[in-house]
């Protein structure tokens, strides 16, 4: 009998991983870096482990449902610090702060897997992401970091399905970056712009929203929230909870983006030729 395409290509993932050896994986808990450290720990069993960087980037939320993910199906996990809110580069926060992070993170797996005998370090970019302006992908290529994903030639939504079949429960997790996507270019990163970031967007999924960003514009906070959940946004009710929430974070402004939720927003002031120079 015949296999579906999708897979094929989940059995072209098992055959890129199988001859890994003992291998890192970062793990953030979104739908691609668990399916891959779900692959990873089918394939190669407690050869494998995830990693998730110990930032203030990542959302307190996030590490409870990565520890409870990597719980529920025994695959090895740990934690590993990360130090680039001490590199003034990644501080500046210039179209390049992806990168500083990513390099931060791949420089620490790899001091991990030279000392431990860990042969290989994977992340979970997908085929979908390589039209994207990702300068992390930049840093991943210098650390020589794997993309099995890429290599079968998943995409996202391949990936969500699979993960599906699986039983995983990241299948339809919205896509979330790290915190310090939203603070816009220029702006300077600090711990307590994202954490303050973390509590808004806390509060937003406490109403109920699903799908959401919190942009920090100095004293004007930007509220992105998904179009098909926007109708319930846009309430004097909900305007006055907003209100109360942000007000109460320090924002002197309050504002809903009208455009509703979209990835890479902040990329929209780049320059197109930057973003071509630097894809």
């Known amino acids: 009998m015949n296999m579906e395409p999708v897979e094929e290509k989940q059995q072209r993932l098992f055959s890129v991983l199988r001859p890994m050896g003992r291998v890192l994986v970062a793990f953030s808990g ?93 992340y979970g970019v997908n085929r979908d992401d390589l039209g994207d302006y990702r300068p992390g992908q930049a840093a991943a290529s210098r650390h020589r970091v794997a993309a099995p994903l890429v290599d079968a030639d998943l995409t996202k939504n391949e990936i969500r399905e699979l993960s599906r079949r699986a039983g995983l429960p990241t299948w339809d997790r919205p896509a979330s970056a790290c915190l310090s996507s939203r603070i816009p270019y220029g702006t300077p990163v600090t711990i307590q712009n994202v954490k303050t970031v973390e509590t808004g967007e806390e509060e937003l999924k406490a109403l109920g929203f699903r799908q959401f960003r919190v942009r920090f514009h100095g004293d004007v906070v930007r509220v992105e929230i998904a179009r098909e959940e926007l109708p319930r946004a846009l309430s004097m009710e909900m305007a006055a909870r907003f209100t109360a929430i942000f007000r109460g974070l320090g924002f002197r402004y309050v504002t809903l983006d009208l455009e509703g939720y979209r990835q890479g927003s902040l990329n929209e002031v780049l320059p197109a030729a930057q973003l071509i120079a630097r894809a």
């Open 30 to 122: 979104g739908t691609d870096s668990a399916y891959l450290a779900w692959a990873a720990r089918q394939v190669l069993g407690a050869e494998a482990l995830a990693m998730t960087a110990d930032s203030a980037s990542l959302p307190e939320s996030h590490k409870r449902d990565a520890e409870a993910f990597v719980k529920r199906f025994d695959i090895a996990h740990e934690y590993i610090h990360t130090h680039e809110f001490e590199n003034a580069d990644y501080l500046r926060n210039d179209a390049n702060r992806c990168f500083h992070c990513k390099d931060e993170l791949f420089k620490r797996m790899t001091e991990v897997g030279r000392e431990r005998g860990f042969e290989h370090i994977l």
